[in-house]
């Protein structure tokens, strides 16, 4: 495996309120290597979107915030430097893109001039040679007559291909780390499916990292190398792709997956649910923090917190009770074979 | 509701093209006086009449709307610059910044706008500039606290979040990504703001803190002629009724405009 070009290390992001905190990501590590990409999933309000802003700093400017930890990216610490070098990282060495495209288009500038903002800012183009770059752009992410639609407004353009647009513009100073915050969870599941095959072949050509964050399994599956599961602020466990999908060691992600449908086995079954709702990050609950929701409950879950235990060269996860390994390993040679 | 706008409009052209052009009409000089015509009624020397000096009302009253003009745009022109600036500003930054501008805001919003007026055009300097500079500050808190309303709207918006995450500076995000979507609202409440302008130089030359004579205002003409009312009204109703048409069809163009930027949201 080749150098990571992002490491997370105990990554915090806590608002402090004076009479509580919440601890919105609480102790997060991660290695992400170029051309590779890392599914961040978890449920509504496990931090996945605050762990997001805190790697390219977006959080609100605001006296509640603690941060802690360290994310080294190209062997810059992002989390201690100055805002005016974050800028120059932003957009151009690291990109984003958001949920929904429409409402992360301006609705004022046709999308060829919001190309050609980014492009100016990071680089010395004049404005006729980004306006060309921007037309490469869009023809790259597959808009068909994309001088024309370069004069066009973000609300003349379908779901699909809003977001495609939103991803030239994330793409246009080939960033070597691309942020997708759900990018696909506003779209149709045809073009969802388009947005995904495109993002990896031009994440294929640039060799560029991605940190895909979903609550979609099915996303994951489909385009990630390696999955974070978040719960609660922590991840809980992390493994290749493959691994996680057939064999979850950490019961929540077990859960997860159980609560799939599946196109095997009888149709009218009742799907197994988790019971209860994410935990107050207020508060969040002694030991391990699912233990309250978790049917394999021992005594000594709600008491201490489990430490992350190895159960493969990339698979580790905090339990207390896993699930028990699989006899054999069918699939491993499958979690290799995208490396 | 379109004739009426159309016809607002068509008047508006007219008497500022009148006004811009007054020197090249053939009209009589506004200051020369014919003792033989005081007071005359409208006829084919004086198309609206003479006043009591035996000037020409009409070319007075063309003349006085240059004043009106430039008052009136020059003033909300600077409660644009300077009160969109500061809102747009305060709206974007928010903390200390916000608080030190709506701190002053609020201070001039409790000063009686009228002795600031006072105090404004009793120092020296260029009369028109004193007029415009006062009517300006004036105008400035109303343009902040709109400034300010719109971008904290849209300040909040996804893609400005998005612009930051793509590095983009302030300077650029406020100049480029915000200001194309506040200028609509800002234009409007401008529009509305130059008819109440125009009031405002009225009343202000009529009480005689404009533009002093013998430049012609329509202020000071009504002013000036008011004691003979009752014997040649026109010298009075002639500049009066010109400048009542004007600020009604500044109004309905107004209203017009905001209109439109209101449904603009709706409809996207």
Redesign the interface.
Known sequence: MTAPLLQVRGLTTHFDFGRSVIKAVDGVSFDLAPGRTLGVVGESGSGKSVLARSIIGLLPQSRALRTGGEAIFDGRDLRTLPEAEMRRVRGRQIAMIFQDPLTSLNPVLTVGRQIVQVLRQHTDLSVSAAKDRAVELLAEVGIPDPKRRAEEYAHRMSGGMRQRVVIAIALACEPRLLIADEPTTALDVTVQAQVLDLLRRLQDDRDMAMIMITHDLGVVAESCDDVAVMYAGQVVETAPVAEVLAAPRMRYTEALLQAIPRMEGPSHVRLPVIPGAPPDLMRPPSGCRFAPRCAHRLDRCAAEEPPRAAAGPRHAFACWNPAPPPVERPLETLADDRA | MRLSFLLALAWLALVTLAAVFADLLPLPDPDAQSLLDMLAPPGAAHWAGADSLGRDVLSRTLHGFRVTLVVSLGSVAFALVVGGALGICAGYFRGLTEGATLTVVNVLLAFPPLVLIIAMVAYPGDPLMKVVLALGIVFTPAMVRIARANTLVFAD???V?????????DA?LIW??LL??LLPALLAYGLLMIAIGALAEAALSFLGLSVPPPTPTLGQMMASEQTNVMEAPHAVFFPAGMLFLTIFALNMVGEEVQRRVDGREGA?
């Open positions: 918006r996804e893609f979040t998005a612009a930051r995450a793509a590095g983009m500076s650029r480029r990504e194309p979507n996207a």
